[in-house]
């Protein structure tokens, strides 16, 4: 036999007690990994405001919308996810707490690694876009907010989690084109860090330190 456990610290129990703390610890790391996680990735693919577009000069035939494209996109590969009604507020200088719209858009459920384009019509009211207009036209661009806030609920294998804040926001240039000057689509980013991973981190490093 190579057990030579005279002098081991936990002898009498040492195998059954090695193989239970090694098995809770796999069936916990399981069990997170099965558990975890993660929302979905919010963004903004194209944003255009017409009124500030310089060279349209129909600008008496101009409404005051903003045209948007949200894309939402689910990064999981086995959870769905339920978005509740999604409410989304534009502000147009990041400084000013005034909304010059909001729009909302209906809940809906999402399926795995899937991702949703919802594009927008919003009718803003405001700012002066006629100054905000000779404002891009000298070079400046306009900075508009956009905030994003919903609850969301993932669904694990048959059952619905509890309900989750999903609250994300950017700050968009635009330029003399009415375009967002950014080519590339412009991720929609939470100003307060990610608690719910963390929290089940700590959960599973405790229930080790207790079988340790
Ligand atoms: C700006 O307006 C011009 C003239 O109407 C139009 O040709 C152009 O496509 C518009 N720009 C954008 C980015 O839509
Ligand atoms: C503003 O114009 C756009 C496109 O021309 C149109 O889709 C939208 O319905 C208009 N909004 C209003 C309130 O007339
Ligand atoms: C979601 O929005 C629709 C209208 O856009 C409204 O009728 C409905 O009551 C809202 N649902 C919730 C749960 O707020
Ligand atoms: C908002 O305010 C900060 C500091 O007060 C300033 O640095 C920033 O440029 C302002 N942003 C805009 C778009 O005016
Ligand atoms: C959204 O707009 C409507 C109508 O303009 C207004 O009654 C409502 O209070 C706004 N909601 C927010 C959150 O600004
Ligand atoms: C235009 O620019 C001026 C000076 O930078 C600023 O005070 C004003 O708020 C701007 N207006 C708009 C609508 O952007
Ligand atoms: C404004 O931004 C659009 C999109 O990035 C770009 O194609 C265009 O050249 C820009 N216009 C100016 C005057 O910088």
């Excluded at 769905?80 to 200088?93: Q, T, W």
Aim: proline share 4%.
């Amino acid at each position: 036999m190579s057990d030579n456990g005279e002098g081991g610290g936990c002898r009498p129990c040492s195998s059954i007690c090695c193989r239970f703390i090694i098995t809770s610890g796999f069936a916990a790391l399981f069990l997170w990994l099965a558990l975890r996680t993660s929302q979905p990735t919010c963004s903004i693919q194209d944003l255009y405001v017409p009124i500030l577009n310089k060279t349209d000069h129909s600008i008496g035939n101009r409404n005051n919308s903003i045209f948007c494209d949200l894309m939402l996109d689910n990064g999981m590969k086995e959870k769905a996810v339920y978005y509740e009604n999604i409410s989304l507020i534009f502000f147009y200088d990041p400084n000013t707490s005034f909304p010059i719209a909001n729009y909302t858009v209906p809940g809906f459920h999402q399926g795995h690694g899937k991702k949703a384009h919802r594009k927008l019509v919003v009718e803003a009211h405001g700012p002066s876009w006629e100054a905000a207009l000779k404002n891009v036209s000298h070079g400046t661009v306009s900075v508009l907010r956009v905030g994003l806030s919903t609850k969301v609920r993932f669904r694990i294998i048959f059952w619905y989690t509890k309900r989750h804040n999903l609250v994300v926001g950017a700050d968009i240039e635009v330029n003399d084109s009415g375009k967002k000057v950014k080519k590339k689509g412009i991720k929609l980013k939470s100003s307060s860090p990610e608690r719910n991973c963390h929290l089940l981190l700590l959960l599973f490093s405790s229930v080790l330190v207790v079988l340790l």
